[in-house]
T-cell receptor
Framework: GAGVSQSPSNKVTEKGKDVELRCDPI?????LYWYRQSLGQGLEFLIY????????KSGLPSDRFSAERTGGSVSTLTIQRTQQEDSAVYLC???????????FGDGTRLSIL | QQQVKQSPQSLIVQKGGISIINCAYE??????FPWYQQFPGKGPALLIA?????SEKKEGRFTISFNKSAKQFSLHIMDSQPGDSATYFC??????????????FGRGTQLTVWP
């Protein structure tokens, strides 16, 4: 497809487990963002990748969160030792450049039991 | 600190009416103001956007009004339809330094249009 693809669409896991969320950006988009959307909240910035530059990790809420982007394309967001407050929808967006609109995937709905 | 404040939290409008959602920002280091529409189970989709050198932008039934001096912008949906029922988010994009390219979102407005 032509849009941003995220997997899985839903993830249910037990507290304390690690989870990996995947994002396939639109082909050719050099910038990739992760956001978190909690119930009743807006979208909260987590991390930003631009080309081969070092990522902007300033939005990650704790050191349990990490992300990588391999080959300038696919990105994986990892949450270690999940907590109940990590339950949210994790959204990925990509764009050609910071001057262009961000296009979002449909997100991964993460539920921590 | 909420950099973009959005109101109202929810809005109910009769079909054919005008829906108005307001946002205000505090940081002047923003250079792009998009509105996103989100349906349940879907990601936000770009609806319309404006840059601060323009006071108004219209696309079909959707209009953004932008007041740079007041640091406010609003979305107007004319002739609102039941299919417009969704959550709407305003956002502002950072234009320099550590905020370059980052979107700051309002908390959203849940719009319901009654037939």
């Amino acid at each position: 497809g032509a849009g941003v693809s995220q997997s899985p669409s839903n993830k249910v896991t037990e507290k304390g487990k690690d989870v990996e969320l995947r994002c396939d950006p639109i082909s050719g988009h050099t910038a990739l963002y992760w956001y978190r959307q909690s119930l009743g909240q807006g979208l909260e910035f987590l991390i930003y990748f631009q080309g081969n530059s070092a990522p902007d990790k300033s939005g990650l809420p704790s050191d349990r969160f990490s992300a990588e982007r391999t080959g300038g394309s696919v990105s994986t967001l990892t949450i270690q030792r999940t907590q109940q407050e990590d339950s949210a929808v994790y959204l990925c967006a990509s764009t050609e450049s910071t001057n262009q609109p961000q296009h979002f995937g449909d997100g991964t709905r993460l539920s921590i039991l | 600190q909420q950099q973009v404040k959005q109101s109202p939290q929810s809005l109910i409008v009769q079909k054919g009416g005008i829906s108005i959602i307001n946002c205000a920002y505090e940081n002047t280091a923003f250079d792009y103001f998009p509105w996103y529409q989100q349906f349940p189970g879907k990601g936000p989709a770009l609806l319309i956007a404006i840059r601060p050198d323009v006071s108004e932008k219209k696309e079909g039934r959707f209009t953004i009004s932008f007041n740079k001096s007041a640091k406010q912008f609003s979305l107007h949906i004319m002739d609102s339809q039941p299919g417009d029922s969704a959550t709407y988010f305003c956002a502002a994009k950072g234009r320099r330094g550590s905020t370059l390219g980052r979107l700051y979102f309002g908390r959203g407005t849940q719009l319901t249009v009654w037939p």
